[in-house]
């Protein structure tokens, strides 16, 4: 059974940082893509940031840009996001995803995911 577990949120005032984990069990992840998405109260479920297989490219959302950053540790299956100068309007639900298609950039990943996790809280306090 795959499993995408994230960890890492909290509640952190604004101009603060904070770092997300996401844990991938059940198939490894080396070759897909991987990625970032949340959700606020009463939006939709909107994309972050993505990473390809190999690390060497990234997508981010514009309202991300600058302020959070992407990793992957392909020998740990696991995806990271740094999340510095936090501000209240990024209070959400985030959620780690991941493709299925081998060896891809990422672009596809921001339009949609085949895997997902639970989702972690993060909260923003101005």
């Known amino acids: 059974q795959v499993q995408l577990v994230e960890s890492g949120g909290g509640l952190v005032q604004a101009g603060g940082s904070l770092r997300l984990s996401c844990a991938a069990s059940?198939?490894?992840?080396?070759?897909?893509?991987m990625g970032w998405f949340r959700q606020a109260p009463g939006k939709e479920r909107e994309f972050v940031a993505t990473?390809?297989?190999?690390?060497?490219?990234?997508f981010y959302a514009d309202s991300v840009k600058g302020r959070f950053t992407i990793s992957r540790d392909n020998a740990k299956n696991a995806v990271y996001l740094q999340m510095n100068r936090l501000k209240p309007e990024d209070t959400a639900v985030y959620y780690c995803?991941?493709?299925?298609?081998?060896?891809?950039?990422?672009?596809?990943?921001?339009?949609?995911?085949?895997?997902w996790g639970q989702g972690t809280q993060v909260t923003v306090s101005s």
């Open positions: 059940g198939r490894t992840f080396s070759r897909n893509a």
């Open positions: 990473i390809s297989w190999s690390a060497s490219i990234t």
């Open positions: 995803a991941a493709g299925d298609a081998d060896f891809t950039t990422g672009r596809d990943l921001t339009r949609g995911a085949n895997y």
